[in-house]
T-cell receptor
Framework: KAGVTQTPRYLIKTRGQQVTLSCSPI?????VSWYQQTPGQGLQFLFEYFSETQRNKGNFPGRFSGRQFSNSRSEMNVSTLELGDSALYLC?????????????FGSGTQLSVL | QQQVKQSPQSLIVQKGGISIINCAYE??????FPWYQQFPGKGPALLIAIRPDVSEKKEGRFTISFNKSAKQFSLHIMDSQPGDSATYFC?????????FGTGTRLQVFP
């Protein structure tokens, strides 16, 4: 059974640009959550999608957005990139919304903003 | 607002020693406390978890100690091995999102 797949693994962008990250959950999982990981801050919750609907949202500006498709794959978009957006973006999937006990993470997309 | 505080930020332990990582939380509504292990280039993976109705949970060399009145919980790694070298995150949740600590980088030297 394939795990959570995130693409691309690495991205380099410049300030002001926008970026789209992709996440394919474990087969059968319908919930996808996104986290931002930075040194010293740990993992911070961005949002969760379940059945194509945003179920929960963290405390991030509106430049951060996401969506989920009918096949449960999810994308995250960051517009007008800032230097502080440089981070590892992690996607996690689970069968059900809010199922924190069975949360599986992908390896992440490392975003560098220059 | 950081609702889960984790310490230390980094830890160096000799092989065979005990590694101890501590976390404190603020929200008494939290009812699930997992620990995640992350190796370089990988995402976090669930290591062990506890609910507040027990004070201790042990799985192999890994033990969680939970103190509900103090709102603290800790991870103990007995007989630490070089393969345990990784970053460890504590977390807490109720029914929605997980709130993570800031992480502890553990290095175990032979």
């Amino acid at each position: 059974k394939a795990g959570v797949t995130q693409t691309p693994r690495y991205l380099i962008k410049t300030r002001g640009q926008q970026v789209t990250l992709s996440c394919s959950p474990i087969s059968g999982h319908r919930s996808v959550s996104w986290y931002q990981q930075t040194p010293g801050q740990g993992l911070q919750f961005l949002f969760e999608y379940f059945s194509e609907t945003q179920r929960n949202k963290g405390n991030f500006p509106g430049r951060f957005s996401g969506r989920q498709f009918s096949n449960s794959r999810s994308e995250m978009n960051v517009s007008t990139l800032e230097l502080g957006d440089s981070a590892l973006y992690l996607c996690a999937s689970s069968l059900f919304s809010g199922d924190n006990e069975k949360l599986f993470f992908g390896s992440g997309t490392q975003l560098s903003v220059l | 607002q950081q609702q889960v505080k984790q310490s230390p930020q980094s830890l160096i332990v000799q092989k065979g020693g005990i590694s101890i990582i501590n976390c404190a939380y603020e929200n008494t509504a939290f009812d699930y406390f997992p620990w995640y292990q992350q190796f370089p280039g990988k995402g976090p993976a669930l290591l062990i978890a506890i609910r507040p109705d027990v004070s201790e949970k042990k799985e192999g060399r890994f033990t969680i100690s939970f103190n509900k009145s103090a709102k603290q919980f800790s991870l103990h790694i007995m007989d630490s091995q070089p393969g345990d070298s990784a970053t460890y995150f504590c977390a807490a949740s109720r029914t929605d999102k997980l709130i993570f600590g800031t992480g502890t980088r553990l290095q175990v030297f032979p």
